[in-house]
């Protein structure tokens, strides 16, 4: 162990770090509003697989939550360019898509349009 930070203030600093956690996901608690619950109704109306894409650290992200959709019991995959090579294709017919956008103000990916439902 570096001799640098000793045992207590580690234990302080991850403390610390959680209470910083803490607060952000309760400063979230009113900015749950109708997009959530459109988001919910679309994922629980599926009836095929859910899959999201994106490309770069979006499509990183995309992972994180097809992997958390599948260990819930939805079935979710990530295709991070998918969308733009055609590969969604393969998928069923009717599952919700969610493309995530590089950046607030960049647009849902028109090539994927015709392989899913899009929820923006």
Known sequence: MNDAVDSKRLIEMGREALRIEARAVAALVDRLGTD???A???LLACAGRVVVSGMGKSGHIGGKIAATLAST???ASNSACGAAGGRLSATD???PERIIPRGSKARTSSPSTS???ISQ
């Open 73 to 75: 019991g939805t079935p």
């Open 36 to 38: 959530f619950e459109q």
């Open 93 to 95: 017919s009717g599952p």
């Open 115 to 117: 392989h899913g439902r």
């Open 40 to 42: 919910c109704h679309i």
